[in-house]
């Protein structure tokens, strides 16, 4: 769905984008608003493929202009039971990075949509969503154990530019993380996680 704004708390819905031919059934979306090749350019995330796609000045998005080359390993974005996937841009740099649960990595694209490599992670590394920090460029990456809303433990990874682990977020003030599905960093630093569990859905 494509939203506008209407008034100062208000949106109405300007386009209801469909992908009817492809198969699966997540779509997760990012824009490039960096001073890139594709600056203002929005990338999705249907299935397994990633389509970029530019706005019109109504900001109704058109056609496809082109679908990213798979990595090396394949993209498995739909891991059985999970319905998780993550996408991120470098809004700096135009870099693009993808959570690639199924093989165990988050895939890099550099800003002409070109791959370039891939980050890991500790063994059971499996990320379910990514994020950026502006002012640094560290990447976030959720890795959750559970498959539904029960309780699962998760981890936040943190990774420099270069894909060196930095850190990582297990808990709380409220206590441990439990069935963190998002992650999305403020320009200050701040680290939002979205929680899903039973009894703990919140951010």
């Known amino acids: 769905d494509v939203l506008k704004p209407e008034g100062a708390v208000k949106y109405k819905l300007l386009q209801e984008r469909a992908f009817p031919n492809l198969i699966g ?19 999705v995330i249907y299935g397994s493929q990633i389509f ?28 059985q039971g999970s319905g998780a996937g993550g996408l991120a ?17 988050v895939d890099e694209y550099n800003s002409n949509d070109e791959y370039q ?21 560290n ?32 808990e709380s003030s409220a206590g441990p993380l439990d069935g963190a599905r998002g992650v999305a960093v403020s320009p200050s630093g701040d680290v939002y996680v979205s929680e899903t569990a039973a009894g703990a859905g919140g951010v």
């Open 139 to 170: 990447i976030y990456a959720v890795v959750s154990t559970g498959k539904s809303y029960e309780a699962q433990p998760s981890v936040v990874y943190e990774f420099d530019a270069s894909g060196k682990l930095l850190g990582r977020i297990t």
């Open 117 to 137: 490599g891939r980050i890991s992670g500790p063994a059971g590394f499996e990320p379910i969503a990514v994020a950026v920090e502006e002012s640094t460029g």
């Open 25 to 43: 059934d997540y779509t997760y979306a990012a824009f490039d608003n960096s001073s890139g090749p594709h600056g203002g350019d929005a990338y």
């Open 89 to 105: 841009i470098d809004q700096a740099t135009g870099t693009i990075y993808v959570a690639n649960p199924g093989h165990g990595f």
């Open 52 to 79: 970029v796609m530019k706005p019109n000045a109504e900001g109704e998005l058109g056609e496809p202009l082109e679908e990213l080359a798979l990595p090396p390993e394949g993209f498995s974005l739909l891991k």
